[in-house]
C-alpha cells in the first residue's frame, strides 16, 4: 500500500482507538502557551489544567510562560515562537484588521473585559468621563489595556490624549501610587482588584464593560491548519479545567493543585484567593456555561461595529474572519 499522508493518519487513528487516553508522562507533543503577565489566578485555567495533569492526559508536554504585556504575547504567538498566547479581543482585532496580523481567536476566555478601572474612594472614578485629565496607569502602553482604554474614551466621545499614560504594575501594590498622589487611577485585571478591595476599604474599583470579547486565545491559522489535533487536544483540557472551576463550590482544592506546581501571586491567603477565583470564573461564564470557551457570534460582530464606530479599525470585516469554533465543538464531541 502507498503511504501516505491519510494513510498514516488512519493507521494512527486504528492504534488510538486501541488505547485509553494517553499515559501520563509519556507526552509526545509540546504545546508552548504564554500569558501576558506573569501568573496570577486570572490565568487559572490553564495553570490549573497543567498542575491537574489534564494537558498530559490529551498527550500534550505543556511550556508555560508569562509574557510581558498582551502584545508580546501576540507578537511571540506570530513569530511562532508559541502555539498560542491571551490576549485583549481589541487588541487581537485591531491588529488582525488595521495590520493584517496573521493570528485569529481559537477560543474567549473572558466573555467581557477582566479590567478594573481602580481608584481612591476619596476621587473616585465613577465613570470614562472622570478619567478625564488624569494620569492612568496601566501594565503595558500599546497593550491590551490601552486599547481597552481608549475604545471606553471615544465612545464617550473623549479624546485618548486628555489622559496622560503611564507603566505600572498590574497589581494591587500599585495603589500606593495613587496614594502618593502620582496617579489618578490605575487599570488593572480581576485578581488586582480582589487582592486590592480584599486588603483595603479605601479603594475603589469600577468594572469595565466595553462590549467586546475580554481576553481570547490566538493561534497562527498555518499552524493550526498544519496539526488541529494538537490544539483541539489544549482546548478539550482547557474546557475540562475551566469547567471544573466554574462549577465547583469548594475551591481550595484547585488552589492547592494550582500552586503545588506555579508560583501564583496571591495563593497565600486562600481566602481572598477563592474570591480573586471565583470572579474570574464568572467572567468565563457570563454567556453561560454552554458557551464556555467559545467566541459567541454576536459578541463579536458587536465589537466589530463598536470599534467601526469609534474609529479605532479602518474598516469592517466579516466578524467569521476573525475567530474559528470549529477547535472547540470538536473538542467537546462525546
Known amino acids: 500500500m502507498k503511504l501516505t499522508r491519510r494513510s498514516l493518519m488512519m493507521g494512527a487513528m486504528g492504534s488510538a482507538a486501541l488505547l485509553s487516553l494517553p499515559t501520563r508522562g509519556h507526552s509526545e507533543t509540546t504545546f508552548n502557551f504564554i500569558t501576558p503577565f506573569s501568573f496570577s489566578l ?3 485555567s490553564v495553570l490549573y489544567a497543567d498542575a491537574a495533569g489534564y494537558y ?23 513569530a511562532g515562537q508559541m502555539d498560542s498566547g491571551r490576549t485583549g479581543g481589541t487588541n487581537y482585532i485591531v491588529s488582525h484588521v488595521n495590520n493584517g496580523a496573521p493570528l485569529i481567536s481559537i477560543a474567549t476566555i473572558a466573555q467581557r473585559s477582566p479590567f478594573f478601572i481602580i481608584s481612591s474612594k476619596d ?6 468621563t472622570d478619567l478625564e485629565g488624569r494620569t492612568v496607569g496601566m501594565a503595558t502602553l500599546g497593550g491590551s489595556m ?3 482604554l481608549d475604545l471606553m474614551m471615544r465612545r464617550a466621545g473623549i479624546s485618548p490624549q486628555t489622559v496622560n499614560k503611564v507603566k505600572v504594575a498590574d497589581s494591587a501594590a500599585s495603589f500606593a501610587l495613587i496614594e502618593a498622589g502620582r496617579a489618578g487611577a490605575f487599570i488593572g485585571n ?3 482588584m480582589v487582592i486590592a478591595t480584599s486588603a483595603r476599604d479605601d ?13 481570547v486565545y490566538v493561534a497562527r491559522p498555518d ?6 489535533e494538537k490544539f483541539v487536544s489544549f482546548l478539550r483540557a482547557t474546557h475540562r479545567a475551566a469547567s471544573e472551576i466554574v462549577n465547583t463550590e469548594d475551591l481550595v482544592p484547585i488552589l492547592k493543585t494550582i500552586g503545588e506546581k506555579h508560583d501564583v501571586t496571591g495563593l497565600n491567603n486562600l481566602e481572598t484567593a477563592q474570591k480573586d477565583l471565583r470572579a474570574n470564573a464568572q467572567n468565563w461564564a457570563a454567556q453561560g456555561n454552554e458557551n464556555l470557551l467559545r467566541n459567541v457570534p454576536e459578541v463579536w460582530e458587536r465589537a466589530v461595529e463598536l470599534l467601526a464606530g469609534a474609529g479605532l479599525i479602518d474598516r469592517k470585516v466579516p466578524a467569521t474572519q476573525l475567530y474559528t469554533n470549529d477547535l472547540l465543538d470538536q473538542a467537546l464531541k462525546a
Not at 67 to 72: M, N, T, Y
Not at 203 to 215: C, E, N, R, S
Not at 223 to 228: F, G, I, Y
Request: aromatic content about 2%; proline content about 7%; hydrophobic content about 40%.
Open 203 to 215: 479603594v475603589a474599583a469600577m468594572p469595565i464593560d466595553d462590549g467586546m470579547p475580554g481576553q
Open 56 to 78: 498530559a492526559d490529551e498527550g500534550l508536554a505543556m511550556r508555560l510562560e508569562a509574557g510581558k504585556g498582551a502584545a508580546l504575547a501576540a507578537q511571540m504567538t506570530i
Open 146 to 148: 490601552e486599547g481597552t
Open 223 to 228: 499552524q493550526v491548519a498544519e496539526n488541529p
Open 190 to 192: 480581576t485578581s488586582s
Open 42 to 44: 486570572s490565568f487559572s
Open 123 to 128: 476621587n473616585p472614578v465613577q465613570s470614562v
